[in-house]
Nanobody, 123 residues
Framework: QVRLVESGGRLVQAGGSLRLSCAAS??????MGWFRQAPGKEREFVVS????????RYSDSVKGRFTISRDNAKNTAFLQMSSLKPDDTAVYYC??????????????????WGQGTQVTVSS
């Protein structure tokens, strides 16, 4: 059974940092990504990473503040978030694709999703 489990979301003050993890099990994955959904808004692309970790794509809203990485030996992806803003408040979802779907901007490209983890940034 394939599972993606996110963790690390919590309440943090503006300007702070947070690291999210996405533990995958049941399969190996190629492209992985993080998406987020703020209250009253549609889910949006945040960042993606290629299967070997050599390529990364960031949305303009997080570029320079967020860093994605992965540890394929542990089948885990990470999202390091810094200089957090209240606008970053959202449920963050991990997504994984069995095949290469680079640059992985579209939600429909991914085969599996996690349940989401809440990130709240207070001003």
């Amino acid at each position: 059974q394939v599972r993606l489990v996110e963790s690390g979301g919590r309440l943090v003050q503006a300007g702070g940092s947070l690291r999210l993890s996405c533990a995958a099990s049941g399969s190996a994955f190629n492209t992985m990504g993080w998406f987020r959904q703020a209250p009253g808004k549609e889910r949006e692309f945040v960042v993606s990473i290629s299967g070997d970790g050599s390529m990364k794509r960031y949305s303009d809203s997080v570029k320079g503040r967020f860093t994605i990485s992965r540890d394929n030996a542990k089948n885990t992806a990470f999202l390091q978030m810094s200089s957090l803003k209240p606008d970053d408040t959202a449920v963050y979802y991990c997504a994984a694709a069995r095949l290469r779907v680079w640059p992985g901007l579209l939600q429909s490209s991914y085969n599996y999703w996690g349940q989401g983890t809440q990130v709240t940034v207070s001003s």
